[in-house]
Each structure stands twice: as C-alpha cells, then as structure tokens.
C-alpha cells in the first residue's frame, strides 16, 4: 500500500493537469488552414545562343536528371503575338540547369528534329521525351536524354517508337512503367481514345509499347495525369482535359479516372470542383504527387474566356458584312490584348477520401503546356504558356511550407514532464531491486489490478495508435479484427497462463517449454521470439519517433534514440515493477488523456 498510495497520487494529479490543459482555449493550436507550399524561383532562361532575348517557351519538354534540370525544345512567338502577326517558332534546342553552378547552359546537342507538345517523364534511367509535333507533323519519336555528370553534357538515345504519331496528351509513371493517355493522332482528323503503357523492365530499346483499354468517358486532349496511392497501391490519376468539336467552341472536361495497373480497371472518380463545390472544368493543368494521397493541380485552363475566343472564331468564318467582321476582329483583339492569364488556383485531390479542396494562389502567372517535375525534394515549373501567345522565361520552384507554431510552451512542457515521469519511475524502482525476485517477479508487491492494466498495456503500442487508424482510414476496417485482440487476450492470459505460471513457479513461457520438453526448445522459443520483437520493436520505436520529428522538427534519428533510451533506462534499471507500474500510467494516459 505504501507503494500504491503515490503511484496513484502522482497519475490522478497528471491526470487532472493534462485534462485541464485540454480544456482550456487552444490558442497555440493551428486553427486557420496554412499554406501548403512555399514559393520562389531558379534563374530565368537564358537566351539561345545568336538570340538576345528569351521570350520562353511553351510545349517544352521538361525533366530532371542527376540532379539537374533539363529542357528540350519548344515554341514561342519571338515577343509577337499570334494576333499581331507573329509567327510561331520551333526550336531543337537543349538547356541544363546544375544546381551547383547556379545557371542555364544550352547544350551544343540539339533534338533530331523540332518538336514541342509531347510528353516528358523523369525516370533513374534519364529523362523520357515522347512523342510531339512539329509546324506541320506529329511525331511518334521517343527518346532518351541523359545527364553524363562528368562530361556535362545530354547523350541522347533512340528508343522504341510509337505505336502512331501523338502529340497534346500526357503521362506518368507508375511502378516499372510509363503510361500515356488522351491526345492526337493526326492534324485536323477525329479524336481518338489513347491509352499506351511501356514497360521499363529489361532492355529499354527492345521494349514495345502496349495499347491498353480507355477510360470510360470522352477523348480528350492534354488531361492532366498523375501517380499517386489510392491507400493501397499506386495508381494513375486522370483530370480533366478538351474535347475540340467542329462547329461550336470546345468542350472543356471536368470528369477525372483512376486506373488500376493490377488489374487493369478504370474507375471514375470526383469531377474536379472548386470551392463551392461546383465542378471545374480544366485543361492543361500541371499535376504533382504531393505526399502520399494527395495530388495537386496547378492552374489550366477553365474555358471562361477560350469559349469566347472560340465562338468569335467561329462567327468570322460565317460572317460576310465587313463592319461585322471588324467589330468580330476588335472583340477578339481585345479578349488576347487584356487575356488575364489562366486559371490560378491550387486545387487539391485527396486519392483517399476522393474529395477536393481549394489551395491558395498561385502568386504568379500559371503556366501551362510545360511540365512540373520533382527534384530535391522541390517541385519545378520552368517556363510555358501564360496566355494565348505569351511565353514566360522564369522558372519557378515549390517546396513544401513547413507547418510552425504547432506546439507551445505549454505542449513542450507536458512532453517533458512526460519523460521525466517514465524516468523517475525507473529510477524510483530501481532502488527497489535487491534480488533476482524483485527485479523479474516485483517481489510478489504487485496488486492485480496493476497486472491487469499492464496486460493490456502489452498490446497498445506506436502501431495500435498511428498505424492501425492509418491503414484503416486508407483502406478500411478488416484491421478492426486485429484489435480485437487487445480485449480478448488479457481474459485468456489472466484465467490460464498466470495460474500456470504460479503452479509451476516460473516467470515465462520459455521456462515452461525447458520443463515441458527440454533446454533446445526453450531455446528456440526464446530465439523466435526476439527475432520477432526486433522486427516489431523498430516499428514501434520509429512511429512516435517519427511524431516527434514532424512535430519538434528534431533529427529524426536524433528521436529514434531518445525514445529509445527514456524506455531502456526505466525497463532496465527498474524491472519488472518499473515495466507495470509505467504500463499503468500509460494505459491511463493514452486511453483516458
């Protein structure tokens, strides 16, 4: 009892700290929706050699590869819009960027041909450029750049062509493949459903594209396309995209899909939406991998405006009353002249809860027909389409914005008397410790209700309270069954084990097998059983370990060894008594605090 009476102290009045802590105003809690991410830019491109000005460019091919940016072709307008006579230009040419040195070098190897509006995939193996087109043919090229980081230069290399000529569709990677979807086939013909995989096992110039089976809905041009989990597998996310229709202006596509590369099934999915919830037509939107379930789509094209430049397209080509054309010809000089730019909003798709939400605006100019790509840890837009004939030179870089101020004085302080508990309590018992009898068996000074707390503290752990809710937020509830273990063991161990273990006067299962059978069996048992636990224990060791570190900002292996040492100096120092007595007041904590 003497025992007792300042164990239960000591927890009642935790307890009651902790409870009145949570309900006082939190105002150090985050409440407002911060800003996903953090905005900057890399150097601007620099001119092609012979030029003197870099007016951007829009269909580039863009990648990363050793660590640097690569781009690859391209179009502009020379600073000359389309509607005031300016004539588009395609370029072979091909531009690095080395982190390290700081700025863009165009390559002395160009592409074989001009080419623009194809699609490129950054890969360990170098960067993918697929397909394009030129001023007057599509392509069904595909090559291979790579970064040879001691010469400094781009090799390029000739793979397996396409199955036919496309341009204006998009793609992704997903596990050992690359997928493309959607765009066209031929200048001026009918849009076709395309739907090809090339497998990046083996030999990647003896390897052959695949036509796989289409999504349900419509053909479309420039959808935007992802990989990204659906909680369990890596899937290809499909958003959005335009459908040209011949006589009245194009349909702009709000529908999204999700394939199934395991099974090779299509699903439809949430329609993009804004924030009122309304669907949201997109075209051309930059698509990244944000984390593990979200995917993040960056600007496009609404329709808004383009509906109107394209029904005034259309009437011009039945007018026939020269002030009517002058008027339809200075409406639409007007619309390009003041275009406001594309759409810039973020829009945020959970892959999981198959749910949209609004992210915050992007501060510059959204570009599209260019690629958003993935390195060190930054996402890059380097350069494409601002407006109908606008290119823009500057590049720009995404990181993820750290989310600060989370935890106050109050949390840290809580945190640290949390540990000086578990220690205090190691440290208490270990002065308890006089025998082989204290330190395994507690010395017989156990109550049975401690006991039976600390049964059924064996089974709550890191993976009870993070990984379990995790999987089953990701999936759903079959890991409830696994749970259920944590009520129905104690009963059993209680009623038939811990009898046994009087009987025979032992203080573990092995001990019974060297009795039951002989000293190899125990140690076997005994073997199996810490291989398990050191499976298990790292798991559960790195899942609070890794809390920390997202919530302290710590090292994480800094973490890894903290919570380490804090659990290995009250097991050690105090044994068996420390173990329940600490498994109480954590029972205590995790389930009533």
């Known amino acids: 009892m003497n025992l007792q009476r300042p164990l239960i102290t000591g927890i009642f009045w935790a307890l009651l700290f902790t409870t009145a802590c949570r309900q006082a105003p939190a105002s150090h809690s985050v409440q407002r929706e911060a800003p996903i991410f953090h905005w900057d830019s890399l150097p601007a491109l620099i001119p092609f050699v012979g030029d003197t000005v870099q007016y951007g460019l829009g269909g580039v091919f863009a990648g990363t590869h050793h660590g640097v940016c690569i781009l690859a072709g391209g179009t502009n307008f020379r600073g000359q819009p389309f509607w005031q006579g300016g004539t588009k230009h395609w370029y ?82 997903v596990g050992d493949a690359i997928y493309l979807a959607g765009g066209m086939d031929s200048l001026g013909g009918t849009l076709q459903k395309h739907f090809y995989r090339l497998s990046l096992k083996g030999n990647l110039k003896q390897n052959r594209w695949e036509k796989l089976s289409p999504w349900q809905g419509a053909a479309r041009l420039l959808p935007t396309v992802v990989a990204q989990s659906d909680g369990r597998r890596e899937c290809l996310f499909l958003f959005g995209g335009q459908f040209p229709r011949k006589g009245q202006p194009n349909e702009y596509l709000s529908d999204a899909y999700r394939y199934n590369p395991d099974t090779g099934e299509w699903t439809q999915i949430a329609d993009i939406q804004d924030a009122e919830g309304g ?69 945020i798709y959970h892959s ?88 395994f068996r507690g010395g017989g000074r156990i109550p049975w209700w401690a006991a039976a707390l600390s049964l059924f503290g064996t089974g709550l752990s890191a993976i009870t309270f993070m990984a379990v809710p995790a999987k089953t937020f990701a999936t759903n509830w079959a890991y409830l069954v696994l749970s259920l273990s944590i009520v129905l063991v104690p009963p059993v161990v209680s009623k038939v084990f811990i009898p046994a273990y009087r009987k025979y006067n032992i203080s573990s299962a092995f001990q019974y097998l060297r009795l039951r059978f002989n000293r ?37 292996y800094w973490c890894i060894g903290l919570v380490g040492l804090v659990s290995l100096f009250y097991t050690f120092m105090g044994g068996i008594e420390a173990v329940i007595w600490t498994d109480v007041f954590q029972v205590i904590v995790l389930v009533g605090g």
């Not at 960027?97 to 160009?110: K, R, S």
């Not at 001023?135 to 781009?154: F, G």
């Not at 073997?527 to 060791?541: D, H, S």
Request: hydrophobic residues 40%.
């Open 279 to 347: 669907k949201k037509p997109l075209f051309a939107s930059l698509g990244a991998k944000v984390g593990s379930s979200h995917v993040a789509l960056f600007g496009g094209v609404d329709g808004s405006i383009n509906r109107q430049l394209e029904q005034l397209q259309l009437d011009l080509a039945t007018a026939k009353d020269s002030f009517e054309i002058r008027r339809l010809k200075d409406r639409q000089k007007d619309l390009l002249t003041h275009h406001p730019g594309f759409y810039r909003k973020v829009l």
């Open 352 to 439: 999981i809860t198959d749910r949209w939400r609004e992210g915050e605006e992007m501060p510059y100019p959204a570009c599209i027909t260019t690629t958003a790509f993935w390195m060190d840890n930054q996402l890059i837009i380097p350069s494409g389409e601002i407006s109908p004939g606008r290119r823009s030179p500057r590049v720009y870089k995404i990181a993820l914005a750290k989310q600060e101020g989370q935890m106050s004085v109050l949390d840290y302080s809580l945190l640290v008397l949390y540990a000086l508990v578990l220690l205090g309590m190691g440290g208490y018992f270990a002065k308890r410790q006089h025998s082989t009898e204290d330190y």
């Open 92 to 173: 072979p040419h091909i531009m690095v960027f080395d982190p390290d040195e700081g700025t863009w070098q165009q390559q002395d190897i160009t592409l074989p041909r001009r080419l623009s509006y194809g699609v490129a995939i950054s890969t360990s193996e170098g960067m993918f450029l697929i397909g394009g087109r030129d001023a007057r043919h599509i392509s069904r090229k595909v090559y291979l750049l790579r970064y040879d980081e001691a010469q400094k230069q781009v090799l390029i290399d000739s793979l397996s062509d396409l199955p036919l000529p496309l341009c204006f569709m998009s793609g992704a990677r």
């Open 520 to 556: 190899w069996v125990q140690l076997i048992g005994a073997a199996t059983f810490l291989l398990f636990q050191l499976g298990r224990v790292g798991i559960i060791l790195y899942l609070p370990a890794l809390a920390l570190h997202v919530v302290l900002g710590v090292n994480l």
